[in-house]
Each structure stands twice: as structure tokens, then as C-alpha cells.
């Protein structure tokens, strides 16, 4: 079960926009949470970092005791990452620029198919649209090439 507070880390983290999601019921309320991909491999990565990190700090700080070795060691750990995390999930760099959306209605033929839509690229930003439109793979082929004929960078 996620905590009650998902929203309020999802938020705080930036966690927002992104091409998986996940629902479950508690309370008999539907809780979504999207996740972006790039950024949850990035931050695993990030994991991976910290351990031979913080290990060498460790050891080169023994000789002050177990526990204050430690310490030492998670709040330099913390000077570290708080900005390797902070631009993981604030980036733009990182942004998914396609949403992929299953079981839609193409907004051009009326299919009922896998959907998708750009989101946002160098010079055109939709992510606040209030109503957003998907097209199956033929009909956003089409449209990516009349925003390429316009100049907008799709790729």
C-alpha cells in the first residue's frame, strides 16, 4: 500500500507527468501515481552510487567510533546528494516528452487503440492541457510530420 502522503512526496519530488501509471484502491478511492521512468533509473542509479560512497567514508572515519562514523557519513552523504536527487526530479533534461496511453479514442479517426500525444519538446509545450488529445500510431505518424513541417523538433 502507498502511504498517505504519496501525493505530498510525489509533489515534493516532482514525480508528476510521466508515461507509467499506477493505481490502487484504499478507501475505496482510486490513488494515481505517475511515474517517470528515466527519472526512477537515474535516482536506483543514484542508490547505487551513495553505497561504495558512504562505505569509504565509513571506513576512513572508524577510528571515531561506529556510530559517529555514521553520522559523518550520512550528513556528507546528504551535502552530496540532496543536489544529484534535486536535479533527477526537477530537470526538464529528463521530462518524457510522449505520453502513451492505452485504450483511447484517436482525436483525428475515432480508433480505439493505443494513444499517443508529445507533450512537450524545445519550441511546443502541451502539458497543461486541460483536455488532452491522443492519436493512434497512423494518425500521430501524420500529425508528428505537420509539426515537423512547422518547425517543431518531435524527436
Given at each position: 500500500?502507498?502511504?498517505?502522503?504519496?501525493?505530498?512526496?510525489?509533489?515534493?519530488?516532482?514525480?508528476?507527468?510521466?508515461?507509467?501509471?499506477?493505481?490502487?484502491?484504499?478507501?475505496?478511492?482510486?490513488?494515481?501515481?505517475?511515474?517517470?521512468?528515466?527519472?526512477?533509473?537515474?535516482?536506483?542509479?543514484?542508490?547505487?552510487?551513495?553505497?561504495?560512497?558512504?562505505?569509504?567514508?565509513?571506513?576512513?572515519?572508524?577510528?571515531?567510533g561506529?556510530?559517529?562514523?555514521?553520522?559523518?557519513?550520512?550528513?556528507?552523504?546528504?551535502?552530496?546528494?540532496?543536489?544529484?536527487?534535486r536535479?533527477?526530479?526537477?530537470?526538464?533534461?529528463?521530462?518524457?516528452?510522449?505520453?502513451?496511453?492505452?485504450?483511447?479514442?484517436?482525436?483525428?479517426?475515432?480508433?480505439?487503440?493505443?494513444?499517443?500525444?508529445?507533450?512537450?519538446?524545445?519550441?511546443?509545450?502541451?502539458?497543461?492541457?486541460?483536455?488532452?488529445?491522443?492519436?493512434?500510431?497512423n494518425c500521430?505518424?501524420?500529425?508528428?510530420?505537420?509539426?515537423?513541417?512547422?518547425?517543431?523538433?518531435?524527436?
Amino acid at each position: 500500500m502507498f502511504p498517505k502522503d504519496v501525493h505530498t512526496v510525489a509533489k515534493f519530488l516532482s514525480i508528476a507527468p510521466l508515461a507509467h501509471e499506477y493505481e490502487e484502491v484504499q478507501h475505496h478511492t482510486k490513488v494515481k501515481m505517475h511515474i517517470n521512468l528515466k527519472r526512477y533509473g537515474l535516482y536506483l542509479l543514484r542508490w547505487q552510487a551513495s553505497t561504495p560512497i558512504l562505505a569509504a567514508v565509513g571506513i576512513l572515519l572508524a577510528t571515531m567510533g561506529q556510530i559517529m562514523a555514521a553520522i559523518v557519513a550520512n550528513l556528507i552523504g546528504g551535502l552530496i546528494f540532496f543536489w544529484v536527487d534535486r536535479f533527477i526530479f526537477t530537470s526538464q533534461a529528463l521530462a518524457a516528452q510522449w505520453e502513451v496511453k492505452e485504450q483511447i479514442t484517436c482525436a483525428d479517426c475515432g480508433r480505439v487503440t493505443r494513444g499517443y500525444r508529445l507533450v512537450k519538446s524545445e519550441n511546443y509545450d502541451r502539458s497543461h492541457e486541460e483536455r488532452p488529445q491522443f492519436r493512434c500510431e497512423n494518425c500521430s505518424t501524420r500529425k508528428a510530420d505537420e509539426l515537423r513541417r512547422k518547425g517543431i523538433r518531435v524527436d
